[in-house]
């Protein structure tokens, strides 16, 4: 199993800048992509950043050329830096561990692990 802990967030002006980190542990080579979502009130969930396992990114086009998702494999962590804020960044931003686990007898079984979620609050 895969635990995610995420941490940063805030409230922020409008063309201010944030990072949020998440760390991994457990089954951390099981991990084929790390990834932030966003879900806005009263809005659906939105993928807004990847990364995979050999460090290739998307972006959304809502945020892309703000946001950069990078990562410290030797922290086990992904990190989600924002910057040019908005207020139509205003959300609660989850990191997600998409993967594959493999049972005894090798029968894979793909997963998506989620992170608490944290608040980010872009206000003038």
């Known amino acids: 199993q895969v635990q995610l802990v995420q941490s940063g967030g805030g409230v922020v002006q409008p063309g201010g800048s944030l990072r949020l980190s998440c760390v991994a542990s457990g089954s951390i080579n099981s991990i084929n992509t790390m990834e932030w979502y966003r879900q806005a009130p009263g809005k659906e969930r939105e993928l807004i950043a990847a990364?995979?396992?050999?460090?290739?990114?998307n972006y959304a086009d809502s945020v892309k050329r703000r946001f950069t998702i990078s990562r410290d494999s030797a922290k086990s962590t992904v990190y989600l830096q924002m910057v040019s804020l908005k207020l139509d960044d205003t959300a609660v931003y989850s990191c997600a561990a998409e993967g594959l686990h493999y049972s005894h007898d090798g029968v894979p079984t793909a997963y998506r692990l989620w992170g608490q979620g944290t608040q980010v609050t872009v206000s003038s």
């Open positions: 990364i995979t396992r050999d460090g290739s990114t």
